[in-house]
């Protein structure tokens, strides 16, 4: 548990008036459709800022988030209850979602549907309830970015895997952290899904999108690489090791399911966003029983505060898993809440 700061309990006592300014505290809720969130959440910059500055936060404890609960009612799907507490922003809330891999082929539905709710820290009255896949969209190539640029700045040629909602994101945030990027080489299972992709995201960016025939290719090619597909028990290991050099930075979202397990086994530096989620991923089974979780080297976070030094040599091999931590996504919520508060964005529903 954090305790907060005589300082941060001052700024909580504050938000409640903020608050209490705008709604009627205990008799109405914020409601907010995904638009209304799109239109009043932060700019690509803005997201890589606030990241930033939560992951810090994360890093240097001052947070209190537990590891993901969830239910599975397929094997592969999941429920996530995901709470957080951030009181270096005032933010406070739990995101609930879901992923269904079958949703867009067999039902035509989204993949990735769940709302998010936001509570006032001083009473802890409910003040709004939104959707919150966009600014899932948004935070979590946003922490792949600054890992990446951290880990492995003078990346020129980067690689992701996957090219649905979170692959095309990728693409979009990867050219605002790696300076001297020259091309980004993009493939998936699904030819369509590449040339959606390329459509889609190349008049936004100015780096090439390079589409590949084979997974083989941007291993080889890349210095860094990233994947964004399924989450899976048992890993798909499409990337073999054998591919793998010394010097690359390989940086999922997706618990490394697109990675063969000996890479992370035998990487020089394995970094995560959270040893607690990660942990848990491990006494679910997502990880070899007889190995377990590799040793980690130190949190995301850590190494974007410098608490940590992240690569100490041009040889080093680093994989850095980001599965997604909720205190990202309470700090998008509370900047989605005050820009609707601000505009008069959003419909009040009575509690």
């Known amino acids: 548990m954090y305790t907060a700061t ?4 001052a700024a ?30 932060p700019d690509k910059d803005e997201v890589l800022k606030l990241v930033r500055e939560t992951m810090i936060a994360h890093g240097r404890g001052e947070y209190e988030m537990p590891a993901k609960i969830g239910v599975h009612p397929y094997e592969d799907v999941f429920f996530h209850a995901m709470p957080a507490y951030v009181p270096g922003q005032n933010a406070l809330g739990i995101k609930w979602i879901e992923c269904f891999p079958r949703n867009p082929r067999q039902y035509d539905l989204p993949q990735t549907t769940g709302l998010q709710v936001m509570n006032d820290i001083a009473t802890g009255i409910p003040v709004a309830v939104m959707d919150c ?22 990346t020129e040629y980067f690689g992701m895997y996957g090219c649905g909602v979170q692959g095309k994101a990728h693409m979009r945030y990867i050219p605002r952290t790696l300076r001297h990027l020259k091309k980004i080489f ?39 690489m990233s994947s964004a597909t399924i989450i899976l028990r048992d890993p798909l290991c499409v990337v073999k090791d054998e591919w793998i050099s010394p010097g690359q930075t390989i940086v999922p979202c997706d618990m490394n399911t697109y990675f063969d397990l000996k890479t992370q ?21 997502y990880f070899p029983a007889d190995k377990g979780l590799p040793e980690v080297y130190a949190q995301t976070g850590e190494i974007l505060a410098g608490d940590n030094p992240g690569r100490e040599s041009a040889d080093e091999l680093i994989v850095c898993s980001n599965i997604g931590i909720s205190v990202n996504d309470i700090a998008m919520g509370h900047a ?16």
Do not use: N
């Not at 938000?15 to 009627?24: P, Q, T």
């Open 186 to 224: 993009i493939y998936d299972i699904h030819e369509d899904a590449v040339k959606r992709a390329i459509e889609e995201v190349q008049p936004e960016i100015d780096v090439e999108l390079v589409p590949v025939s084979s997974p083989q290719e941007i291993a080889e090619k890349c210095e860094t």
């Open 336 to 351: 989605i809440l005050h820009k609707a508060l601000e505009t008069g964005t959003g419909t009040r529903l009575p509690l």
């Open 6 to 9: 005589v300082e941060q309990m």
């Open 12 to 41: 909580f006592d504050r938000e409640h008036d903020y608050l209490k300014s705008h709604l009627e505290l205990g008799k109405e809720v914020l409601w907010l459709t995904k638009d209304q969130c799109i239109e009043c959440g």
């Open 265 to 285: 086994y035998r990487a020089d530096k394995y970094i995560v966003d959270s040893i607690e989620e990660h942990q848990l991923f491990a006494d679910m089974g």
């Open 133 to 154: 896949t966009w600014l899932t969209e948004m935070r979590t190539p946003a922490v792949t970015a600054l890992s990446a640029a951290a880990l492995r700045p003078d």
